[in-house]
């Protein structure tokens, strides 16, 4: 059963323009959310998360919008650079007797178009 | 400095062999993981170890243990390889168990021919 579903494999945009990425979860029970970006060869490195309590966070050029009754989340990048051309996993930890446990998304890979 | 520093980087081996990858964290952190990154591409965690306790341990073929030393190292050894084990390990560590973000190490693709 996949809790955490990433819907699209691929995501192509140009450079500048603002890149989308989705997430759709469906146990009710998770209320902290984290995306992470892997380049190729390299480990998944942190970039943003989101606790329940919000329905958005930024840092920079990233926000992640929660929409927690349509258990959906989205990660904006604005504007997007080609250096952000990578793989992008959402992520929520099981807080239930799992501690620590992230089940992740599939991933979408991102390329930015210079 | 490498935060999660994972050897080796490679591992090419025959079926029915036993292998070992390390890990090691010089975070301070007090949990560390190991997750599976199969074919399709999903990352699915095996292990979790706080404080060189195990936490959790997912439905994983008793052919793999994991060992830690002390916490911040989180070894994990294959018996009898098999050609289903082939895909990329990676190690991983927090500050709490529950919460924070995990930092991942640069994995290890182990090919089993």
């Known amino acids: 059963d996949q809790q955490v579903k990433q819907n699209s494999p691929s995501l192509s945009v140009q450079e500048g323009r603002i890149s989308i990425l989705n997430c759709d979860y469906t146990?009710?029970?998770?209320?902290?959310f984290l995306w992470y970006k892997k380049y190729p060869a390299e480990g998944p490195t942190f970039l943003i998360s989101?606790?329940?309590?919000?329905d958005k966070n930024e840092d920079g050029r990233f926000t992640v919008f929660l929409n927690k009754s349509a258990k959906h989340l989205s990660l904006h990048i604005v504007p997007s650079q080609p250096g952000d051309s990578a793989v992008y996993f959402c992520?929520?930890?099981?807080?239930?007797?799992?501690?620590?446990?992230?089940?992740f998304g599939q991933g979408t890979i991102l390329t930015v178009h210079p | 400095d490498t935060a999660v520093s994972q050897t080796p980087k490679y591992l090419v081996t025959q079926m029915g062999n036993d292998k070992s990858i390390k890990c090691e964290q010089n975070?301070?952190?007090?949990?560390m993981y190991w997750y599976k990154q199969d074919s399709k591409k999903f990352l699915k965690i095996m292990f979790s170890?706080?404080?060189?306790?195990?936490?959790i341990n997912e439905t994983v073929p008793n052919r793999f243990s994991p060992k830690s030393p002390d916490k911040a190292h989180l070894n994990l050894h294959i018996n009898s390889l098999e050609l289903g084990d082939s895909a990329v390990y990676f190690c991983a560590s927090s500050q709490l168990q529950d919460s924070g973000p995990q930092h991942f190490g640069d994995g290890t693709r182990l090919s089993i021919l």
């Open positions: 992520a929520a930890p099981n807080r239930g007797t799992s501690y620590g446990k992230l089940t």
């Open positions: 989101i606790s329940s309590i919000k």
């Open positions: 146990n009710s029970m998770f209320d902290y």
């Open positions: 975070l301070g952190h007090d949990t």
């Open positions: 170890y706080n404080n060189k306790e195990l936490i």
